[in-house]
């Protein structure tokens, strides 16, 4: 077998092509670092260059190193080199492994977008390019700048500040405990166990201190057509804080209300996105906010509400059906978690009431009411999520104009 450490990696069109692809990879979500790409173009001397197959595999095998990944790599490949001129021939021989033939995958309009920019000719001097253009001034009216008013393009910068966002754990502590040095109880099993080292003479007390998790999140989120506006971005926002933590718990609700937390594990986030569309049936529906907190009172309360959890209610609180059982359920929900915080995008404005029917019966009935419609106001959720709970009156928080 020929050890394709000790050759030398190609050059000319077919190593630029290679790093051309693998910058492409890397803009559509896939970790390839120099490394990778040295190793692809040694053992690309070692297979039959003609043969499109052998080049998938090889290259998947040393691109690909999660299962999620497969579907974009797959799609990516086939984009680049059918657009790779130098590389004609190697597209009209054996075909792709079956697995490339599916359906393109929900990346692939980030993968498109990837291979549509310039710098795969000269990565570095475009992407300086780029960030010369975007001054402090442009970033700091993106920040405060309302999703419903944003172009195509500004709504995927917001997608991707969206997707780095860093939730801060805030922990809860619970009834249980675990050793630590620094604890305040007497360990005395541990204590005594450690004094049969030394003939019965306790020299080493061992303590216990309290456990601390972090506290389960759980959001609802209004997918009604006056909500359409802001739905994609609020997923994104809830897939990200889903990979930060474990114990979160998503629902979708129009006229009827779907449990998408599984579906938005996916560790792609327009895998998890699509997941949750294909799930649900009621997408920019009207809205039945009192029946479908009715039925997660029922069937989901004591299931996720349990240790203290933090409630999300994301909608504007246009009911169709407003009477008094959506005070009732909104007190029962309300007495089953520890905060409820509702995030309505309606408080962007700056002269907002609590003037619908709606409003009004679920208002008494939160800790917290915050907008939730640009990039700041996210930021402060994310801050009031690691806080301690505000008193029990009501809390009202503006962002900045």
């Avoid at 039959?48 to 790599?73: C, M, P, Q, S, W």
């Avoid at 442009?138 to 500040?161: C, G, H, N, W, Y």
């Avoid at 999300?312 to 089953?336: N, T, V, W």
Wanted: net charge positive.
């Amino acid at each position: 077998m020929t050890n394709i450490d000790h050759l030398n990696p190609p050059t000319g069109h077919m190593a630029d092509n290679v790093i051309g692809f693998a910058r492409a990879l890397r803009a559509a979500g896939i970790p390839v670092g120099p490394g990778a790409v040295i190793d692809a173009l040694n053992a690309l001397q070692v297979i039959e260059i003609g043969n499109r197959g052998d080049v998938y595999t090889t290259l998947e095998a040393i691109f690909v190193k999660r299962h999620e990944h497969a579907l974009i790599f797959a799609q990516a490949f086939d984009l680049f080199f059918r657009a790779a001129e130098d590389w004609k021939h190697m597209l009209d021989s054996v075909p792709l492994p079956d697995h490339a033939k599916k359906k393109p995958p929900p990346a692939s309009r980030r993968v498109q977008e990837a291979l549509a920019q310039p710098s795969m000719r000269d990565e570095t001097q475009e992407v300086q390019q780029q960030e010369l253009k975007l001054s402090v001034s442009d970033k700091e009216i993106l920040q405060k700048k309302d999703f419903a008013q944003m172009s195509a393009a500004e709504i995927a910068e917001v997608t991707r500040a969206i997707a780095n966002m860093k939730l801060p754990q805030a922990e809860l502590r619970t009834r249980r405990y675990q050793p630590d040095a620094k604890g305040l109880r007497l360990d005395m099993r541990r204590t005594l166990r450690s004094s049969l080292r030394t003939g019965g003479e306790i020299i080493d007390i061992r303590k216990l201190g309290r456990i601390e998790k972090p506290a389960p999140i759980v959001a609802l989120l209004d997918i009604s057509g006056s909500m359409s506006e802001y739905t994609r971005l609020f997923l994104h926002f809830l897939h990200a804080i889903t990979d930060a933590r474990k114990r979160v718990s998503v629902f979708l609700f129009g006229t009827r209300l779907t449990n998408v937390t599984r579906a938005l594990r996916a560790k792609d986030p327009d895998e998890a996105l699509a997941s949750c569309s294909s799930s649900v049936e009621d997408w920019a529906g009207g809205t039945r906010i009192a029946t479908s907190l009715h039925s997660f009172n029922k069937l989901w309360g004591r299931r996720v509400l349990g240790q203290g959890a933090i409630v999300l209610l994301i909608s504007d609180g246009l009911e169709r059906e407003a009477d008094a059982k959506l005070a009732f359920e909104m007190d029962r929900l309300h007495r089953s978690c520890r905060r409820l915080i509702w995030l309505n995008p309606l408080l962007r404005y700056s002269g907002f009431e609590a003037k619908a029917q709606g409003i009004k019966m679920m208002l008494p009935h939160v800790d917290e009411f915050r907008p939730v419609h640009n990039l700041t106001s996210m930021e402060g959720l994310i801050e009031a999520l690691s806080a301690p709970p505000p008193p029990h009156h009501i809390s009202r928080i503006r962002s900045a104009a």
